[in-house]
């Protein structure tokens, strides 16, 4: 029995394999998304009719102080670890079911949704009106519709309990979550006299400059983007992210593009950043407000800042930290150095939509 009637038959046969070769790329990897955990929703989040304004006014008649918007997708490692840890504890679901009716917005839906400007946006594009560049994100109004707060990133239990207590104390009309936090801290934290341990520094990372260093004067000499890192004393998740992914090959050759800087704020010493900013490093993440550590701060090659990462990031789905490298964190880091390299964050103001694009291009 022959095989192929004819060359001409073979060829088609061919053809028709090419033809297949897209189809079956994007079977690969709609397989690989469909393997990763997926986001399930508490079933104590409030329903809606994507009607903020009559969302916020039910939430306000029924005696709460105003509507929280869980900014999510489907796929995000962060926002899974989210409804599986933080908003499982029994007491963050108490104190913030309480207080707001909490409603989930998928960054990647049409949906329509009226906004509490009264405007009607698509889920994906009220996502990009209100800053959520990355999921998870939160954003809290309150009964006049006043957004009191917009975090970012992962808040496990002992975090969610600061914002609330920030909210609940009205601390966001005059005060900086970051502010409020460091004061808390300050009040609990044993004075320098009474500790019994000297603090542990963070270790030297390979191929990251240390103060002093001038980055404006490096930025404008040879044009690439920047990393800068904050760390302090006695960082147990500082130590992880540099050891599993900061230090990873992958990582260092990419970095190699970038001008790198390490800094700790416990630690003396001035820098001056690819914007021009000068200080020591509790000076500079004070005027960045930023609220944890680590806490990774990236710049484009123009000095401009492109986005930061301001809260627990190394975690696994369960919101604890990995004790070893996972392929998906790595993945994820990688891909956000290449948002910023390229300057993708310019044209594609919300981060999992552009990895989802780049990722279907392959």
Not at 75 to 82: D, E, I, Q, S
Not at 84 to 92: A, G, H, K, W
Not at 116 to 137: H, I, K, M, N
Not at 140 to 156: I, N, T
Request: proline share 5%.
């Amino acid at each position: 029995m022959r095989l192929f009637r004819s060359l001409d038959d073979s060829g088609a046969l061919f053809r028709l394999w090419l033809c297949g070769l897209p189809i079956l790329a994007w079977l690969l990897w709609a397989s690989a998304v469909e393997a990763r955990e997926r986001l399930e929703y508490p079933e104590w989040f409030a329903p809606t009719f994507y009607d903020l304004p009559g969302d916020l006014d039910d939430a306000v008649s029924r005696g709460k102080r105003g509507i929280a918007l869980f900014f999510s997708a489907e796929t995000c490692l962060h926002c899974v670890a989210m409804a599986r840890s933080t908003f499982q504890d029994p007491e963050i679901v108490r104190r913030l079911s309480g207080q707001f009716d909490v409603i989930a917005v998928d960054v990647f839906s049409d949906v329509e949704m009226i906004a509490l400007d009264g405007e009607t946006y698509r889920a994906r594009e009220l996502s990009e009106r209100e800053r959520a560049t990355f999921t998870p994100t939160l954003l809290f109004f309150d009964a006049s519709g006043e957004r009191m707060l917009r975090f970012v990133g992962f808040a496990d239990a002992a975090r969610m309990h600061v914002i609330l207590d920030y909210l609940e104390a009205d601390a966001w009309q005059e005060q900086s979550l970051r502010d409020f936090a460091a004061a808390l801290i300050e009040s609990a934290t044993p004075s320098a006299a009474a500790a019994t341990t000297a603090p542990v520094p963070a270790a030297a990372l390979s191929g990251f400059q240390q103060p002093p260093a001038d980055l404006a004067a490096q930025r404008r000499a040879n044009p690439r983007p920047a990393l800068v890192l904050f760390e302090r004393h006695d960082c147990e998740e500082c130590r992880r992210l540099r050891m599993q992914i900061l230090e990873h090959p992958e990582v260092q050759d990419v970095l190699a593009g970038f001008h790198v800087l390490q800094l700790n704020t416990d630690e003396s010493g001035t820098v001056v950043l690819p914007d021009g900013r000068f200080g020591t490093a509790e000076a500079l993440a004070a005027q960045l407000a930023l609220a944890h550590r680590p806490g990774l701060v990236f710049f484009a090659e123009d000095g401009e800042e492109a986005f930061r990462m301001d809260s627990t990031w190394l975690i696994d789905h369960s919101g604890q930290l990995p004790d070893a490298t996972r392929r998906d964190l790595l993945d994820s880091f990688l891909a956000r150095l290449d948002y910023v390299a390229s300057g993708a964050y310019r044209d594609w103001p919300q981060y999992q939509r552009w990895r989802a694009q780049r990722d279907r291009a392959g």
